[in-house]
């Protein structure tokens, strides 16, 4: 190897031990910017609201299902004060598996009634008794016997849920990203 050439590798040596100290200086940096960015809502919503707020937000892309962004901010105090007597009806449809399973078939766009009941292993008037349930409480539509669908406005709602009450796919975090530090132990 000519000295040349030594001379070369060893300042490109040199650069790179250079590049990977400075690297390590500012990975406490990152890591700390990294964790910011994942509570980014959570840090506008405290900024804007600081008396608490509730926010769902979300973007959902289900092929044939439609392409849906909705978010909602409510303020804290509301919330606890309203009357939570009128969401029975809805959060009752949502807890019966069959209903689960028809919704779920729902999100993959408009279908009919026999469709759903296929994929949900319904039919008869089983099927259209869960049905009218789903659709009373707001989370089917239909046209007079056209297909069914979860209803826009409804769909990142019911994936918010789902979530909240412990539903994970494969890559998912277990718990929030923020906890309250003052939480009472469970």
């Known amino acids: 190897m000519t000295d040349k050439r030594l001379t070369e590798l060893e300042t490109r040596l040199a650069a790179l031990e250079e590049q990977v100290q400075v690297l390590q200086a500012a990975q406490p940096q990152a890591l700390a910017q990294a964790h910011e960015s994942r509570a980014w809502a959570l840090l506008a919503l405290q900024d804007q609201l600081p008396g608490g707020a509730v926010l769902f937000t979300g973007h959902v892309q289900l092929g044939a299902g439609g392409d849906w962004v909705w978010q909602e901010t409510y303020p804290t105090q ?7 007597t009128a969401v029975a ?4 449809a949502l807890g019966h598996p069959l209903r689960l399973s028809l919704l779920r078939a729902a999100l993959d766009g408009p279908q009919t009634a026999a469709a759903l009941g296929e994929r949900a292993g319904l039919h008869g008037g089983q099927l259209y008794h869960h049905l009218r349930e789903l659709q009373a409480a ?9 297909p069914y669908h979860v209803p826009g406005e409804r769909v990142i709602p019911l994936l918010t849920i789902l979530a909240a009450c412990g539903v994970r796919g494969a890559g998912l975090p277990t718990g929030s990203e923020e906890q309250d530090n003052n939480a009472a132990p469970a």
Request: glycine fraction near 10%; avoid cysteine.
């Open 89 to 92: 009806a809805p959060l009752a």
């Open 78 to 84: 509301p919330l606890l004060d309203a009357d939570w």
């Open 138 to 146: 707001g989370w089917l539509q239909a046209q007079a016997r056209g």
